[in-house]
């Protein structure tokens, strides 16, 4: 009975440099500038260690005259053709490294975007919303947004902690637009760089809202949606 054999995963995946057509192309190429080594290295030792052949006198003396100095001439040019395929070699190989380090890049994005579509089918439509209470500064997110910023579940952080999430750059422009909106009325619209708490990916968070008062005016919450634009990969290219 034959077995089936397992192979492991992880190691699959530390030796792939992208999808299966790449692997093949990738190691089919080193495959075959190996090949093209070990046979001009065996082809320049058997130059080195072929008998010279040949008639008694004068016409021996001639062909080993000859086969000497054809000899380092034919020498020269296989190490200049090795010479070259190493330096070949060595390009291809960093060409491939740079390209892995872009496939991983690449898989680790859409991996985020697989994992936000996956999301928006499981959750409704108030997956991108937020609001922000006038008098506790508790900021309510959907479950989904508490988990893209790195948040625990069923929690409503308060903004002054909140705040050490957004990048130090843009955190005066926020406070700034919320005090705006609460004081003016006037609707909130900031882009700005988050850092999630559960050490994600960095991302750029677009957020837009309006106030929403009581019955005598006063302010009652601060709402709206927020979306992403751009993720580290993105904004650091």
């Not at 699959?12 to 790449?22: D, R």
């Not at 409704?124 to 506790?136: C, E, G, P, V, Y």
């Not at 409503?156 to 130090?168: F, G, R, S, T, Y």
Request: hydrophobic share 40%; aromatic share 8%.
């Amino acid at each position: 009975m034959t077995m089936p054999i397992h192979l492991n995963t992880a190691i699959l995946n530390h030796f792939s440099v992208g999808s299966a057509w790449q692997n093949i192309l990738f190691y089919a190429t080193i495959s075959g500038l190996i090949y093209v080594n070990i046979f001009l290295t065996r082809r320049k030792k058997t130059y080195k260690g072929a008998p010279t052949a040949g008639l008694h006198g004068e016409k021996d003396g001639a062909a080993m005259t000859a086969s000497d100095s054809a000899g380092p001439e034919t020498n020269a040019a296989l190490n200049n053709e090795i010479a070259t395929l190493r330096t070949e070699l060595l390009a291809l190989g960093e060409k491939l490294e740079l390209s892995y380090v872009k496939s991983e890049k690449l898989n680790g994005q859409l991996s985020e975007i697989l994992d936000s579509v996956e999301l928006t089918m499981v959750y409704d439509h108030t997956l991108w919303d937020w609001s922000l209470d006038f008098s506790s500064k508790e900021i309510t997110l959907s479950e989904y947004g508490l988990k893209l910023f790195g948040f625990p579940e069923n929690t409503k952080p308060v903004l002054n902690e909140a705040i050490h999430i957004v990048d130090p750059r843009h955190q005066a422009a926020l406070m700034d637009a919320v005090e705006k909106s609460f004081n003016t009325g006037a609707d909130f619209s900031i882009t700005c760089l988050v850092h999630p708490l559960n050490g994600s990916r960095s991302k750029e968070i677009k957020a837009a809202g309006r106030v929403y008062y009581n019955e005598y005016g006063t302010p009652l919450k601060l709402s709206g949606k927020f979306s992403i634009t751009h993720t580290e990969l993105l904004m650091t290219r």
